[in-house]
């Protein structure tokens, strides 16, 4: 039999489906854990990798700029791993782009924390300048609408469909405000990091703050 022949009879063999069926792509994979994280990813993947942010850190813009391509592609996409993204809150401003990452649930998550970070500049530089005002509310949920407002972090949603109103109850969502403290907690009291962006690879707290040495970690 000629390895020609012998290659045909081999294909014969092969379900149609499976011949046809494209690779399994997970990136459109988003839940929500149990602690109020957004999960990218296949949910039984061997890997796990936990990133605790904050969104005021120069130093998480960063990461997310270097890192999250060659994470969804070389790792997430085809199923090995899962990314899930926490909150470990620093200031009033960094809870205030917190709540607003949350706005739309898990198919705006991802988009929205990039977003974020991507025009970190822009909005960090009126923050300064908001900081020095002494007229800020005081009441806590006009205090965090007051620094979306002017800080150019409600025009940065706006720019991302989103209408005034629909910001303003997600900064007064008390379900997003419990999660986002809990992880907060877990993150400085319980994993004990000591500065964000921290990760975890399996639970397992990783010592470094940058994609090279993320990555040395990751199997």
Not at 8 to 29: E, G, M, R, V
Request: with cysteine; glycine share 6%; hydrophobic share 40%.
């Amino acid at each position: 039999m000629t390895k020609l022949r012998l290659l045909l009879l081999t294909l014969l063999a092969i379900p149609a489906s499976a011949l046809s069926a494209p690779a399994a792509n997970w990136l459109n994979q988003i839940v929500l854990s149990p602690i109020g994280g957004y999960v990218l990813g296949n949910p039984a993947a061997p890997t796990k990798l936990v990133e605790y942010v904050s969104y005021t850190c120069s130093h998480c813009a960063h990461f997310v700029g270097e890192a999250s391509e060659p994470l969804r592609a070389n790792y997430v996409k085809g199923g090995k791993m899962s990314v899930e993204v926490r909150n470990a809150v620093r200031d009033r401003y960094d809870l205030t782009a917190a709540l607003l990452a949350r706005c739309g649930g898990p198919k705006r998550f991802f988009g929205n924390h990039e977003a974020l970070f991507a025009n970190q500049d822009a909005w960090m530089e009126k923050l300064m300048a908001y900081e020095k005002d002494a007229t800020k509310p005081t009441e806590q949920k006009a205090a965090l609408r007051d620094i979306g407002q002017k800080t150019g972090l409600y025009a940065l949603m706006a720019k991302r469909g989103y209408k005034p109103a629909q910001l303003d109850a997600c900064i007064n969502d008390p379900a997003s405000m419990k999660q986002i403290l809990a992880m907060t907690d877990e993150a400085w009291n319980k994993v004990q990091i000591t500065g964000t962006p921290a990760f975890t690879v399996n639970g397992t707290l990783v010592h470094g703050s940058d994609w090279t040495r993320l990555q040395a970690a990751l199997p």
